[in-house]
């Protein structure tokens, strides 16, 4: 069982940034494949950010160049750093583990931008 905790999500104008954390459980974090999802209102789960166990790294193309996925295998933790955010990134958005054939979620984090 892994668990995963997200946070920093909030509110913020358009064109600010915001950076989220995601702590997930176990001594194993290392070999976990990682992702960002999001899901706005009316709208279905989607894929924001990948990073493998060796660091490589995909993004959805509505984020490309503005957001940035990173991982710290010491803190157990994963990041994405989200820079000129638009109000369509609106959305909660979801850390997500691979790990073992299985997949973890955790609870979400809202992220509003609005001014």
């Known amino acids: 069982q892994v668990h995963l905790v997200e946070s920093g999500g909030g509110l913020v104008q358009p064109g600010g940034s915001l950076r989220l954390s995601c702590i997930a459980s176990g001594s194993l974090f290392s070999t976990y494949v990682m992702n960002w999802y999001r899901q706005a209102p009316g709208k279905q789960r989607e894929l924001v950010a990948h990073?493998?166990?060796?660091?490589?790294?995909n993004y959805a193309d509505s984020v490309q160049g503005r957001f940035t996925i990173s991982r710290d295998n010491d803190k157990n933790t994963v990041y994405l750093q989200m820079n000129s955010l638009k109000p369509e990134d609106t959305a909660v958005y979801y850390c997500?583990?691979?790990?073992?054939?299985?997949?973890?979620w955790g609870q979400g984090t809202q992220v509003t931008v609005s001014s």
């Open positions: 997500n583990a691979n790990w073992n054939v299985l997949g973890y």
């Open positions: 990073i493998s166990s060796g660091g490589s790294t």
